[in-house]
């Protein structure tokens, strides 16, 4: 037996929200109850999973039998259902590109040519790339990434040094991500943004040189293990 088995009421889905970032979960709904698979049983468990506020906890074997923790007897067997990624079984919607509450004045934000060239601390790529380079990287190359997956396969990975695979490549104004080349216009901009829309800094607001963005939770990113990007499927982490 090597995998977790987590029965939640319909009435606590919004508590998935807090792994709903984590690669490899799965949710089924089945009445009023929510069924959520794909956490191993041999490895130590994530504090955001112990956190969950199951109704049950089985232990899963084989044939699908279902065993209370620690009990040699099962007491019942996993039901056919539909399973999902997590990452679709709850959505999320992400903030519009314009900055949330009253203000007495709207401008439109601009990205201009920017007077000098940055390194690159962010890059987004299609997860097909990525796998085929962190599947032979040296460790040391991976260790100090990380990555999060949108529901297209796009991969954004952020981290010094980037891989060099073929990609978009970013540079970090504190929590914003910029197209590199490009700057704001005027560069507080960035400062009034962030206090805006962005205030607790945890997330990370990902602009295109049309001054469109969207807002990526920084929940969202895992540690750039080879497991974590074997395990990573289409679906994604984020919108």
Known sequence: MNELIIVLSQADKAALGSVRC??????AGEGELIWLRGISA???IDLRIKQLPGLHTYTLDEQDHLFPPGALTPVAKLPALSWQPLSQFITVELPVSAMPGKISQRHTIQLVPAQKMEPGEALLTDLVTWKAWAEQAPLVRLQPLIFAVSEN????????????????EYILRDT???PGGYDFDPPITAVLLETQVNPHKDAWLLFDSNG??????????VPATRSAVRLTTGGGMYE
């Open 212 to 221: 469109q963005w969207q807002m990526i939770s920084k929940d969202c990113f």
């Open 176 to 178: 914003i991500l910029l």
């Open 42 to 44: 041999n490895e130590k």
């Open 153 to 168: 396969d796009r991969v954004l990975i952020m981290g010094t040094p980037l891989p060099p695979i073929p990609g978009k």
């Open 22 to 27: 984590m690669p490899g979960l799965q949710a």
